[in-house]
């Protein structure tokens, strides 16, 4: 009777363990719905929310999450992921062949030759130590100098630079004043292009670029002792080669001949740090550039459409959600992804990184780096979000990796879109609601 007694209270006990898990696991779920169904920001516009358990492989939370948001540069995770499956340790940088006295080289896309910040520099010293003939080949890029989609008129802003097959020096002009008050611009060839216009009357000192050429014009007014802006140039075959006679200074010819298959390879950087340079501050050159470099791994050929199609079939094809997918930055409108796709896709990430503190080095940090670097506080200074953030007008987006002080590991997509109040507000009210998590979980 006491045995029987005994194994009765057992089960009991076990059953009541039970039950306070699965409530424990309800409460948790019932507090984050609570917490965004009583937020006034989140729900006076399209919110998309999908929070995942890491460790114990399962979907915590999910608000919107198979509706599709235009993700800005939450795009660049994409590009992210197929830069992990297609490059190696370090990006290419060029392609050439030697024909006798004469040295052939093809652009990969390569974002790191003579790059303001990644200083790509080996591509270089190889065409400068040369004693061939150089020819520069043309052939290969097959897209428009813009990706699908983007806004023409913004071409006058430093973070909408064109696209090209040998880019050189960011392709963006930097222009800034001298210690005698003159205003200088770099790569120094472009000075031959920069002229001051009388009728040019904007409300300060600002330099704008034709939009079909490389025509610099500024107003006739006193230039600002800490002016600095960064116009992208009008690239063409004619251009490159210009500038890259008077930096390699020796004759560049130009030839169109199709890349050879038998061509070598110059590496110039670790793709680690072109990662990191592309997602912390969400360069959308690099993230242009990196899609090319991985259509010539693969295609001997620069075309955007081409590698975004084979990442698709090839390494997307299991997302919950098909993405709608056009370039790399997510500077056009026309991209469409899910939340819940998206947190498949970190899922992804995890597993090819495989080193979490090097993937949490790459990414924008909460309070620490990158463009959350003045978003979040940090924990009595330990870092605890580490997301892309993406955002255009009227959209505002966060999706990346969450510790709470629990040591629960967490994924997150909270995707904003359409609405009409400061972007501040939103972007703080996730901040409340991300640290809240962070916090009590």
Same mark, same amino acid.
């Given at each position: ?56 492989? $399962? ?35 060029? @392609? ?10 093809? !652009? ?30 043309? *052939? ?66 600002? &330099? ?8 610099? &014009? ?6 600002? *002792?800490?002016? $600095? ?32 298959? =038998? *061509? ?47 990442? $698709? ?12 997918? &056009? ?23 995890? *597993? ?32 605890? &979000? ?8 009227? =959209?505002?987006?966060?999706? !990346?990796?969450?510790?709470? @002080? ?10 904003? =879109? ?24």
């Amino acid at each position: 009777m006491l045995k029987s007694t005994f194994v009765f209270l057992l089960i009991i006990c076990g059953l009541s363990i039970c039950n306070d898990t699965v409530y424990g696991r309800q409460i948790k779920k019932r507090k984050i719905k609570k917490l965004f169904k009583h937020s006034q920001i989140v729900n006076d516009h399209f919110t998309g929310f999908a929070l995942y358990d890491l460790d114990d492989k $399962k979907m915590i939370y999910e608000l919107n999450a198979d509706k599709y948001f235009i993700p800005a540069s939450n795009t660049k995770l994409f590009t992210f992921y197929t830069c992990l499956k297609m490059l190696g340790d370090s990006v290419p940088a060029l @392609r050439y062949q030697v024909r006798q006295d004469s040295l052939i080289f093809w !652009g990969t896309g390569d974002p790191s030759f003579l790059h303001s910040g990644l200083k790509g520099v080996n591509a270089l010293n190889f065409l400068r130590q040369s004693n061939k003939q150089l020819y520069y080949s043309t *052939a290969g890029y097959t897209n428009d100098f813009y990706g699908t989609g983007w806004a023409w008129d913004d071409y006058n802003d430093y973070y909408q630079a064109e696209i090209t097959g040998l880019p050189i020096e960011d392709n963006v002009a930097l222009l800034c004043a001298d210690h005698d008050g003159n205003l200088q611009v770099k790569p120094a060839y472009l000075k031959r292009f920069l002229n001051a216009d009388t009728s040019y009357h904007p409300n300060k000192f600002k &330099v704008k670029r034709d939009f079909l050429s490389n025509s610099f &014009v500024y107003p006739v007014m006193a230039i600002p *002792a800490n002016f $600095k802006q960064e116009i992208p140039w009008k690239t063409s075959p004619e251009l490159t080669l210009a500038l890259l006679r008077d930096t390699l200074k020796k004759p560049v010819w130009p030839v169109n001949i199709p890349l050879s298959s =038998n *061509a070598k390879t110059i590496y110039n950087t670790n793709a680690d740090s072109v990662y990191r340079r592309m997602l912390q501050p969400s360069d959308n050159f690099i993230a242009e550039q990196l899609l090319l470099a991985c259509s010539s791994v693969k295609f001997n050929m620069l075309n955007t459409d081409s590698v975004i199609s084979y990442a $698709k079939t090839h390494f997307l094809n299991d997302l919950p959600d098909s993405p709608q997918w &056009v370039d790399g930055s997510g500077l056009s409108r026309m991209n469409l992804f899910t939340p819940r796709s998206i947190i498949a896709l970190l899922c992804k990430i995890t *597993a090819e990184v495989k080193d979490e503190q090097l993937l949490h080095s790459m990414m924008p940090a909460g309070g620490a780096t990158g463009t959350l670097k003045n978003v979040y506080k940090t924990d009595n200074g330990e870092v605890f &979000v580490w997301a892309k953030t993406g955002s255009l007008s009227n =959209n505002y987006n966060q999706s !990346g990796y969450l510790i709470t @002080r629990k040591g629960k590991r967490l994924a997150f997509s909270f995707m904003n =879109n359409n609405f009409t109040r400061p972007v501040k507000e939103v972007r703080n009210e996730m901040v409340r609601l991300m640290t809240y998590i962070h916090e009590e979980f």
